[in-house]
């Protein structure tokens, strides 16, 4: 999937949505929420999940996490449903305090079942959330 200019981008670590990224994105662009580089491989549309790239003309990038060269880079584009980076922290984090409650008898916390209710909430919710959540609505 191509990125256009009415696409909404969100940082593949934290999730949220980017505005005011110029295209193309600069090798030093970053997300104000969490700090994390935007030209990287898991942001590019050619990653494909499995910790390697698509385009086979590419030169190899150790750290896919962190800001590079790459000519072929291109943004995925779209908000990311995916948990990734400090998502998927918080997740593995309330599952096992779920798990740990449900073996001594007790209930999960309440941030546990607010992560699995993100997770039934489609692209556009998600986003809509989010959007209220900065607008403090």
């Not at 999940?49 to 003309?57: A, F, K, P, Q, V």
């Amino acid at each position: 999937m191509s990125h256009s200019v009415s696409d909404p981008l969100s940082c593949w670590q934290c999730g949220n949505i980017l505005n005011n990224v110029i295209l193309p994105v600069s090798r030093r662009e970053e997300c104000p929420f969490c700090s994390a580089d935007q030209h990287v491989c898991k942001m590019c549309k050619e990653f494909d999940g499995r910790n390697t790239c698509s385009e086979s003309r590419a030169e190899d990038v150790r750290d896919r996490e962190k800001a590079n060269f790459c000519d072929y880079f291109s943004p995925s584009g779209g908000v990311s449903v995916k948990t990734s980076g400090q998502q998927a922290r918080k997740q593995k984090e309330s599952d096992a305090k779920a798990q740990l409650a449900a073996l001594f008898g007790e209930e999960a916390e309440p941030d546990a079942q607010v992560l699995n209710q993100e997770e039934s909430l489609t692209p556009a919710e998600l986003a809509e959330r989010k959007l209220r959540e900065m607008l403090g609505g």
